[in-house]
């Protein structure tokens, strides 16, 4: 069975730091590129970033880029999400999401190409 765990969500000020990880279980985890996403309140859920399988080549969204830093382990299966210069706008659940397709990665935050979704975890950015 195919799982993801998404965990390390808090409260934190603005300005701050904070790691997420995303635990993998069920699946050759070194063949697929994996995803973060994250929705706030009242607003459609967005791709943040996505690592390719071997975690050679990664990607941001604009809003994230020079703030938040991908990596993983294959080793571990595990994805990490290191924030940094958190804003209030960092405010969502954050989601980890599997590639549908084994060695490949997209730019594309397209929901449909991912298959697999952990259950999220809070990130609440705020004084």
């Known amino acids: 069975e195919v799982q993801l765990q998404a965990f390390g969500g808090g409260l934190v000020q603005p300005g701050g730091s904070l790691r997420l990880s995303c635990a993998a279980s069920?699946?050759?985890?070194?063949?697929?590129?994996i995803g973060w996403f994250r929705q706030a309140p009242g607003k459609e859920r967005e791709g943040v970033s996505v690592?390719?399988?071997?975690?050679?080549?990664?990607y941001y969204r604009n809003s994230v880029k020079g703030r938040f830093t991908i990596s993983r382990d294959n080793a571990e299966n595990t994805v990490y999400l290191q924030m940094s210069s958190l804003k209030p706008e960092d405010t969502a659940v954050y989601y980890c999401?599997?590639?549908?397709?084994?060695?490949?990665?997209?730019?594309?935050?397209?929901?449909?190409?991912?298959?697999?979704w952990g259950q999220g975890t809070l990130v609440t950015v705020s004084s």
């Open positions: 069920g699946f050759a985890f070194d063949d697929y590129a």
């Open positions: 690592i390719s399988s071997g975690g050679g080549t990664t």
């Open positions: 999401a599997k590639v549908g397709l084994p060695r490949r990665m997209y730019t594309n935050f397209s929901h449909r190409l991912y298959d697999y």
